[in-house]
Nanobody
Framework: QVQLVESGGGLVQVGGSLRLSCAASGIFFSRNDMGWYRQAPGKQREVVAGITGDGVTTYSDSVKGRFTISRDNAKNTVYLQMSSLKPEDTAVYYC?????????WGQGTRVTVSS
């Protein structure tokens, strides 16, 4: 079965950095598109970044230039390097694996950016 486990969240000051990790199991990792989403309090879940199995990346406008998504297929892990963090980046961050058009989700990791 598909399992995605996020880690790396925490409390960080404005302008700081964090790296999130998502370890995947139960999937043919290198073939799957992966993504990071986030959900802030009182808001809908939104896409942050995506990476295809071939390594092509996409970003939302709100994080472009500040966040970097990457993957290590040997470790079945996808990363989200976040820098120049802002208070509006505060959210629960979720990893997703897109398998045949359906998203499978991790449990999320909380990121809080304090000013």
């Amino acid at each position: 079965q598909v399992q995605l486990v996020e880690s790396g969240g925490g409390l960080v000051q404005v302008g700081g950095s964090l790296r999130l990790s998502c370890a995947a199991s139960g999937i043919f990792f290198s073939r799957n598109d992966m993504g990071w989403y986030r959900q802030a309090p009182g808001k809908q879940r939104e896409v942050v970044a995506g990476i295809t199995g071939d390594g092509v990346t996409t970003y939302s406008d709100s994080v472009k230039g500040r966040f970097t998504i990457s993957r290590d297929n040997a470790k079945n892990t996808v990363y989200l390097q976040m820098s120049s963090l802002k208070p509006e980046d505060t959210a629960v961050y979720y990893c997703a694996a897109n398998i045949l058009g359906k998203n499978f989700w991790g449990q999320g990791t909380r990121v809080t950016v304090s000013s």
